[in-house]
Nanobody, 118 residues
Framework: QVQLVESGGGLVQPGGSLRLSCAMS????????MGWYRQAPGKQREVVAV???????SYADSVKGRFAISRDNAKRTVSLQMNGLKPEDTAVYYC????????????WGQGTQVTVSA
């Protein structure tokens, strides 16, 4: 059973930086994406950044140029470097892994709170 554990959330002032990390344990085979989603109060969960099985990153328009996702397959970790944080980035951030193919599978972490406030 795959488990994802996030770390690195917290309170930061506007313009500041945070780095989120997610460690995956358990057995997983095949090709899988790794990424980050977020959910703000009263809003739907949305994608922030995802890496393909080959490590190619994609970003939501709202974070392009400010956030950077990185993946280490050997360590089975995915990180999100967040710079230039804005109050609208405040949300619970979730690590996500999607195993492609058949059968596919989707895994979620427990979430870590990021609050951007003066």
């Amino acid at each position: 059973q795959v488990q994802l554990v996030e770390s690195g959330g917290g309170l930061v002032q506007p313009g500041g930086s945070l780095r989120l990390s997610c460690a995956m344990s358990g057995s997983i085979s095949g090709i899988y994406t790794m990424g980050w989603y977020r959910q703000a109060p009263g809003k739907q969960r949305e994608v922030v950044a995802v890496t393909s099985g080959a490590g190619r990153p994609s970003y939501a328009d709202s974070v392009k140029g400010r956030f950077a996702i990185s993946r280490d397959n050997a360590k089975r970790t995915v990180s999100l470097q967040m710079n230039g944080l804005k109050p609208e980035d405040t949300a619970v951030y979730y690590c996500n892994v999607v195993r492609l193919g058949s059968p596919g599978a989707v895994y979620w972490g427990q979430g870590t709170q990021v609050t951007v406030s003066a």
